[in-house]
């Protein structure tokens, strides 16, 4: 095994099986200068995959993690060259009740930093039975819980909770932090920037972009800057929509004919199984939840039309928080586009584009998220009054 696939190993990922699998690349950035360092990787399914991040925030001379990632030993090495420069990490926060792909990593991390204290959203759950978190690897006698044991750093970082909101199986939570030092706003999925053009990760390996960019499975995967973006506008439908309007299975017989030619006899392209067929019109679609220069600051098409329909009061009181803060000057999401400008300004505009919506949207590329939501609810797996659990 080389040096760098050794570096960027993840033996557990069988935990959550998602792509990329056992190798995780990691991409080390400075977001704000002396503050605020992002790791991306990449996760998801069959391809579609976005960034996910890890943050590293200065407090004094000491280091907070949020958003815990698979600690590969190249991530590590990163972290080591932060804690030489400032200080221990001595914080890890899990600020997110419902996002798996954010919890995945959190004991693995915290052996990693075994003197860091941890901090994590209320309402953690465990599938299909409510375990002790010692059984699923979080130490209980260094870990708090944000809410009922107060707050980490709270002379640095403002904490403000969207919900809870219950979504039958689990809630639906997340503790954002203001800090107070880079005037940034963290959140891990309650607001997204998206950029019409490949996030930098790609650059590591494009396959997944190349995957999606082709009309069918008999094309081999031809990497050029046009394919990369129009695998990135695709895998953003797929991610934000599940089911795209425009996005067609094609039939058994027509996938298998397109399948096993030359060249494509191989596990990267999938052996040419690829059963999409993107209709006339996709890319409009697409366009309208990317932005063109800068990220375009939304509420995750996914989130929005799953966990708020029956709950906006949730999220208007939440950002009511937001915008009376005093200095927040950018937005650093753990998921696509690292730090945006996200002032009085952008935070009165999404207000209008919200004011402006309608939250329980069932056309266009809302059809699909529309009838799961419906179904759910009446199936009785998602409650009618979200907020009646958590409302004494
Ligand atoms: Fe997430």
């Not at 200080?87 to 004991?107: F, M, R, Y």
Request: charged content about 25%; glycine content about 6%.
């Amino acid at each position: 095994m080389s040096n760098l696939v050794s570096e960027q190993k993840w033996s557990w990922w069988p935990l959550l099986p998602l792509y990329p699998y056992g190798r995780k690349r990691t991409i080390f950035r400075e977001l704000v200068p002396n503050q605020i360092w992002s790791f991306e990787q990449l996760q998801g399914i069959y391809y579609v995959a976005v960034p996910v991040r890890l943050l590293v925030v200065r407090v004094k001379n000491e280091l907070m993690i949020i958003n815990p990632l698979p600690p590969t030993n190249e991530l590590l090495r990163d972290i080591d060259v932060l804690e030489k420069k400032i200080g221990p990490v001595k914080t890890i926060v899990l600020p997110t009740a419902s996002g798996l792909e954010h919890k995945i990593g959190l004991p693995a991390l915290a052996r990693a930093f075994p003197n860091a204290k941890l901090w994590l959203c209320p309402g953690q759950f465990s599938f299909p039975f409510q375990l002790p978190f010692d059984w699923l690897g979080i130490p209980s006698n260094r870990t708090n819980i944000l809410l009922a044991d107060g707050f980490p750093h709270a002379d640095y970082c403002e904490w403000i909770s969207l919900g809870p909101i219950d979504i039958g199986l689990a809630r639906f939570q997340e503790i954002c932090c203001f800090h107070k030092p880079s005037k940034s706003l963290l959140v891990t999925d309650a607001l997204v920037g998206i950029e019409d053009t490949p996030p930098e990760i790609f650059d590591l390996d494009p396959t997944p972009l190349l995957f999606h960019s082709r009309e069918k499975g008999s094309e081999e995967l031809i990497d050029t800057p046009i394919a990369r973006r129009k695998g990135w506008l695709r895998l953003v439908l797929f991610a934000s929509y599940l089911r795209p309007e425009k996005l067609e299975i094609p039939k058994i017989k027509e996938i298998f004919g397109n399948s096993l030619k030359p060249n494509l006899r191989n596990k990267r392209a999938h052996f040419g199984i690829y059963p999409f067929s993107w209709q006339k019109g996709w890319e409009l679609s697409a366009k309208k939840i990317v932005g063109k220069n800068t990220p375009l600051i939304q509420i995750a098409p996914v989130i929005e039309r799953l966990v708020f329909p029956r709950a906006q009061k949730s999220f208007l009181n939440w950002l009511n928080k937001i915008e009376s803060l005093k200095g927040v000057s950018w937005l650093i999401s753990a998921h696509y586009s690292g730090k945006i400008k996200f002032s009085t300004y952008e935070i009165k505009v999404l207000r209008n584009k919200i004011n402006n919506s309608d939250w329980a949207k069932n056309e266009g590329d809302f059809g699909f998220l529309g009838w799961l939501d419906q179904k759910l609810l009446k199936l009785g797996v998602v409650p009618r009054d979200p907020l009646r659990k958590f409302s004494d």
